[in-house]
């Protein structure tokens, strides 16, 4: 199966409270958040962007897992369906996304095999 394979900026990200920013590994601005005019809820969901190059690690590790889990010869008709089901939505949410970011800037993504 063919997916979009999402590339983004160089990883880890990181928050820089002092600019409230959010930096890529080569410390170029990502993002910015108000770290004056909003509160604590501000800061973490900085925080929560920054995780985002490891969240889509961990998503496509998952539906990779979730493949072989699929293909085991003893599951059951209903544990495959649903199996499936969540591999069919991770797989369409990452797919979505690179639409997103090919509208906006075409050599983000590009296509591979998982």
């Known amino acids: 199966m063919t997916t979009k394979q999402l590339k ?17 590994f080569d410390g170029w601005a990502l993002a910015s958040y108000p770290r004056n005019l909003g509160g604590p809820q501000d800061t973490a969901n900085a925080r929560l962007m920054a995780k985002a190059p490891e969240l889509l690690a961990a998503i496509q590790e998952a539906i990779l897992q979730l493949e072989t889990m699929i293909n085991e010869q003893n599951l ?3 544990k495959r369906e649903k199996l499936t089901e ?29």
């Open 86 to 114: 969540l591999k069919n939505y991770l797989t369409q949410e990452i797919e979505r996304s690179a639409q997103v970011i090919d509208t906006w800037h075409p050599i983000k993504s590009q296509e591979v095999k998982p």
């Open 8 to 24: 983004t900026s160089p990883a880890p990200w990181s928050i820089d409270p002092a600019w409230g920013q959010i930096r890529d």
């Open 76 to 78: 059951s008709v209903q």
